[in-house]
C-alpha cells in the first residue's frame, strides 16, 4: 500500500484506542471486486499476514497525554494537565536512502500440545520524527501552557527490527515466549534557541536498545503488564542453573555502528557499540536550514562533540519489567520520624495543595530490574556472553573503561540492579517530598541539632512567588540500588577514523585478563527530577570555559532554558528496621577500587548522601550549563581499607586453613563492622553553584587523552555548613563549621595511554583546581567561623578559633595506572 503526501491536520490527537481506530480508517479507501465461494477456495493462508506500508511525509497538528494530576495553583478548576507535542512530523531521514514505512508480518499455529502460538514481526525503515514544541498545559477555558520545553528530533539510520513469538496465547504466566527489539543507531535531540538566536543542541546519539529475551507475559490485576524471565511462581536461576523453558533471559546484543565502512576498530574489532548504548553529545549554534545535519563519513551530528558514553552488554537474569497505573486517592503525606518517610502506603509526594495530591489517578507506575550474569555462569549456555558495563567519552577517537565479572557484595552472589517503584506524572505545585535519610537525621551537628532537619526533605520544584507554579514532568524514584562490584577493568580505545591531527591515534594497551577493578554500587536511591520549559535573565546566566573558572554571560534579556528541579539521597548500608536501625551489611553505597585476585578493597565505602537543588539548564556555547539555587548536599562516608565480605584472608590462601588462627574470611558482614575504617567523613554545603559539563571526548593532539571537564564556582551561604572528621572507634570529632564564602573550580577527569604513546597502559586522572575568593570581594572570602572539637557521643564542643582564605588557589592531580 503506497501513501503520498498525506497531511492529517488534527486540532487535538488523543493517543487511545478510539484515536488509533479513526487514524487507521482515515487511510483512503480503494474499490475492490467482491470474492465468491470459488475464489475464495483458492486463498492460502498458510503464510499468514504480511502488509507492507510507505509514506513520504505524515504531518500531526498536536499529540498529547493527559494526566488527572493534583493541582496547585490558585486558580485550578479540574484536575487535568497535557503534555503536548506540537507539529508532529514523520519524514524521511537524511542518513539513509529508503522510504519510511513498516512491514508486518503475522502467522499463528496451534501446537501438538493444543496450545495455540502468535508469530509476529515488525520492521520499521529508518525516518526522521520532528516535533516543533513541546509543552504542558491546563485544560481551563484560557487553556495556560508552560513555556516550550524546545524543539525534538528522533533520527534513525538503521531499520528497527520487532520479532515476537508465543506458544501458549498473547498471555501466560508459563509459557515461555521469546522477544527480539532491536532499536539500532537513533539520535534523539533536544533544541533550544538562545537569546541570540543560536540554535543549540543536547543529542543522545547511537542509542541502541538491542536485545533478545526468553521470558513471559501477562498482566496483573496487582501488578499490572508484566514481563519477566521466569516463569510465575518458581524461584530466582542460581549460579547452578541452566536456561531452560523455565529460567530464561534477556541478551543485550552488541549493533553494528551505521559507519563501519569508514571506521578503524579499536577495543571491539567487530566495530559495534553496546547492546544498550548511551551517548551524550553537545553541538553549537547549529543550521536552523539543517539542523539535523549528518556527517556522511562518520554517521554522526555535523558538527557535535562528545560529553560522555554509558552502555551494558551481555546476559541478564532474574529480570522483569513492570508497568502499571497508580492512584494517591485517599492517601495521606509520607510522615518521618520512624519511618524516614517510607512511601508505601502514602501519597508519595505530599500534596500540591491542602486536599489534592501531587499524585493523581492516571499516573505511570513502572519497575524492572535484573541480576548480572559472571565468569563461568551456568546460566550462560552455551550462546551468551557474561555481563559487561562501559563508560568513556561519546562519540569516536576517544578512550573508556569496561566493568566485567561482576558480583554482588556477598562472595558467591550475582550483580544486581532495581530501578525501584518509578512513578511519571504531570505536576502542578511548587513542593514534593523527598524521604527522609536516617544517618543524617541522627547524626550530630554541633552540640544540639543534627545534620539535617525535617525541612531539608521538603524539595522546591521551582523559586517563584506567583500563584501559578509551571507545569512540569515530575519522575520519582524510591528505593533504586545497584549492588555489582567490578572485579576485573580495562580501559578501551572506540572505533576512530583513519586519520586525526595529521597523525594515528593512539591505542591503550589491551588487557583483557586484568585482576583489578572498581565498584560504583549504590542502595536506597530516592529522587525527585522535575522539568519544565521556562525563561531566565539572560544577563544570570553563565557558560565556562576550560582553563578560567569566571563564567560570561550568554547575552541579555529572556533566554529559554529547562527549568530543572532535582532532589535526591542514597542509604550508605541496609539496616534491619525492627532491630533499632542495626547495621546489615548485605548492601551498600561505596566508590571501591578492587584488588580482584584477594578481593582486596580500599575507598569511600557506605555513603550516605543528600543532594538536592532547582534551577535551570542550558546548552548554550556547546557547553551543558546548569544554574542551581539553594544547593544543598550532605555526605556522610568512611575511608576504608579491608577485605570484602567473606573473602578469604590472602594470608590463609597458601597455608592450611588449620593455620588461620583468627579464622580463615572476612565476616559476611565486614560493612556493617568498623573495623577496616580509617576514619570517618561528614559534610554539609549549601548555597549557589553555577557550573558547565564542556564537551571534551577526543583524543588531543598534544597527547592528554579525553577528558571531561566540570567548571563553574559555588557561593556558600548559611550557617550550617560544615566538614567533619571523626574517630571511627570513639566518634571523637574535629568540626570545620559555619563555613561561608566562594569557591572557583576547574576539575576534569582524564583517561589516556601513559605518556601518550601507542601501546601503553591506561591512566586515569582525576585534577582539582579551586580558587577562594575569584572576583576578589568581602563576601567571598572562605570563612571558617569555628573550628570545633566534639567529644565522644555527646557533650559540649571545645572551640579552637576560626580560619579566612581571603584568595588563593589549590591544585592538585591524582592518577591511577593499574598494575596487571
Known amino acids: 500500500m503506497k501513501k503520498n503526501n498525506q497531511n492529517h491536520n488534527v486540532a487535538y490527537f488523543a493517543l487511545n484506542t478510539l484515536a488509533a481506530s479513526l487514524l487507521m480508517i482515515s487511510h483512503s479507501a480503494y474499490a475492490m471486486q467482491s470474492l465468491d465461494d470459488s475464489a475464495l477456495r483458492q486463498v492460502n493462508g498458510q503464510d499468514g499476514i504480511s502488509i507492507n506500508t510507505s509514506f513520504d511525509e505524515v504531518n500531526v497538528k498536536q499529540l498529547y497525554w493527559e494526566d488527572d494530576a493534583g493541582r496547585g495553583s490558585a486558580s485550578a478548576t479540574n484536575n487535568k494537565l497535557r503534555a503536548v507535542a506540537e507539529d508532529f512530523k514523520i519524514a524521511q531521514s537524511n542518513s539513509s536512502s529508503l522510504t519510511p514505512g513498516t512491514s508486518y508480518k503475522i502467522n499463528s499455529g496451534s501446537h501438538a500440545d493444543g496450545k495455540v502460538g502468535l508469530d509476529l514481526s515488525i520492521a520499521t525503515n529508518p525516518s526522521l520524527i520532528t516535533i516543533d514544541k513541546f509543552k504542558i498545559c491546563d485544560t481551563e477555558a484560557s487553556q495556560t501552557c508552560s513555556d516550550p520545553i524546545g524543539n525534538m528530533a528522533i533520527q534513525t539510520s538503521s531499520v528497527i527490527n520487532i520479532d515476537f513469538n508465543t506458544r501458549d496465547g498473547l498471555f501466560s504466566k508459563t509459557g515461555q515466549s521469546t522477544l527480539k527489539l532491536g ?400 547495621k546489615l551489611g548485605n548492601k551498600t553505597t561505596s566508590i571501591l577500587v578492587i584488588d580482584g585476585a584477594t578481593d582486596y578493597y580500599m575507598g569511600l565505602r557506605n555513603i550516605d548522601m543528600l543532594m538536592k537543588g532547582t534551577g535551570s539548564i542550558g546548552v548554550e556555547k556547546g557547553s551543558m550549563n546548569v544554574s542551581l539555587e539553594d544547593m544543598l548536599i550532605v555526605m556522610a562516608a568512611e575511608v576504608a581499607a579491608g577485605y570484602l565480605p567473606g573473602a578469604t584472608y590472602k594470608s590463609c590462601l597458601t597455608s592450611p586453613i588449620s593455620a588461620c588462627s583468627n579464622g580463615s574470611s572476612a565476616p559476611n558482614n565486614n560493612f556493617a563492622n568498623e573495623n577496616d575504617v580509617l576514619f570517618g567523613l561528614k559534610l554539609r554545603l549549601g548555597g549557589n553553584m553555577n557550573f558547565s559539563l564542556i564537551p571534551n571526548s577526543e583524543y588531543k593532539a598534544d597527547g592528554t587523552g579525553n577528558r571531561l571537564n566540570v567548571v563553574g564556582d559555588f557561593q556558600l551561604t548559611g550557617d550550617k555548613n560544615t566538614i567533619q572528621i571523626s574517630d571511627p572507634i570513639d566518634k571523637s570529632t574535629i568540626g570545620l563549621d559555619n563555613i561561608t564564602g566562594k569557591v572557583a573550580f576547574d576539575n576534569a577527569i582524564v583517561i589516556a595511554p601513559k605518556g601518550g604513546q601507542n601501546g601503553a597502559d591506561g591512566v586515569v586522572s582525576f585534577n582539582a583546581d579551586l580558587t577562594f575568593n575569584p572576583q576578589r570581594t568581602t563576601d567571598g572570602v572562605l570563612r571558617i567561623r569555628d573550628i570545633n572539637l566534639y567529644p565522644p557521643q555527646t557533650g559540649t564542643g571545645a572551640r579552637l578559633g576560626e580560619m579566612a582564605i581571603t584568595g588563593g588557589r589549590l591544585s592538585s592531580q591524582f592518577s591511577i595506572m593499574p598494575r596487571n
Not at 331 to 353: E, F, S
Not at 368 to 392: P, Q, R, W, Y
Not at 498 to 508: A, E, H, K, L
Open 183 to 582: 532499536v539500532n543507531n537513533a539520535n534523539i535531540y533536544l533544541g533550544q534557541t538562545d537569546v541570540n538566536n543560536e540554535l543549540n543542541q543536547l543529542i543522545l546519539k547511537n542509542l541502541n536498545f538491542n536485545f533478545f529475551g526468553k521470558g513471559v507475559m501477562f498482566i496483573d490485576a496487582v501488578e499490572g503488564f508484566k514481563l519477566q524471565t521466569n516463569a510465575d511462581g518458581v524461584g530466582k536461576a542460581g549460579l547452578a542453573t541452566t536456561p531452560s523453558s523455565t529460567y530464561g533471559y534477556v541478551d543485550f546484543i552488541r549493533a553494528p555502528d551505521a559507519a563501519t565502512s569508514s571506521l578503524i576498530a579499536g577495543s571491539y574489532t567487530d566495530l559495534t557499540n553496546a547492546g544498550l548504548n548511551l551517548e551524550f553529545m553537545l553541538n553549537k549554534n547549529v543550521s536552523k536550514t539543517d539542523p539535523y545535519a549528518i556527517n556522511q563519513l562518520t554517521k554522526s551530528p555535523q558538527g557535535a562533540n562528545g560529553l560522555i558514553r554509558v552502555g551494558a552488554s551481555g546476559r541478564m537474569v532474574n529480570g522483569f519489567l513492570q508497568l502499571r497505573g497508580i492512584s494517591s486517592e485517599g492517601k495521606n503525606n509520607p510522615v518521618y520520624g520512624t519511618n524516614y518517610g517510607n512511601p508505601d502506603g502514602t501519597n508519595i509526594l505530599g500534596q500540591a495543595k491542602s486536599g489534592s495530591n501531587v499524585i493523581g489517578n492516571t499516573g505511570i507506575g513502572f519497575r524492572m530490574g535484573a541480576d548480572f550474569t559472571i565468569d563461568n555462569d551456568s546460566m550462560l549456555g552455551s550462546d551468551g556472553k557474561a555481563t559487561t558495563l562501559e563508560i568513556g567519552g561519546a562519540g569516536l577517537n576517544t578512550y573508556g573503561f569496561e566493568f566485567g565479572n561482576l558480583t554482588g557484595l556477598q562472595q558467591g552472589t550475582r550483580g544486581s540492579f532495581n530501578s525501584g517503584n518509578v512513578y511519571i506524572n504531570l505536576a502542578d505545585t511548587k513542593s514534593v517530598y523527598l524521604p527522609a535519610n536516617y544517618a543524617f537525621q541522627t547524626s550530630r551537628f554541633g552540640d544540639n541539632s543534627t545534620l539535617t532537619t525535617d525541612a531539608d526533605y521538603i524539595q522546591n520544584i521551582h523559586t517563584g512567588t506567583a500563584s501559578t507554579n509551571p507545569y512540569s514532568l515530575l519522575i520519582a524514584v524510591r528505593g533504586a540500588e545497584f549492588q555489582a562490584l567490578s572485579k576485573r577493568g580495562r580501559f578501551t580505545n572506540s572505533a576512530r577514523t583513519n586519520d586525526t591531527f595529521g597523525q594515528t591515534v593512539p591505542n591503550i594497551a589491551e588487557r583483557t585478563n586484568n585482576q583489578w577493578g572498581l565498584a560504583l554500587p549504590f542502595y536506597g536511591l530516592n529522587a525527585n527530577m522535575a522539568m519544565f520549559g521556562t525563561t531566565v535573565d539572560a544577563s544570570k546566566v553563565y557558560y565556562y570555559q576550560v582553563g578560567g573558572t569566571q563564567g560570561t554571560a550568554v547575552g541579555t534579556g529572556q533566554t529559554p532554558r529547562l527549568g530543572f528541579s532535582l532532589a535526591m539521597n542514597t542509604y550508605g548500608i541496609d539496616r534491619d528496621v525492627g532491630n533499632n536501625n542495626a
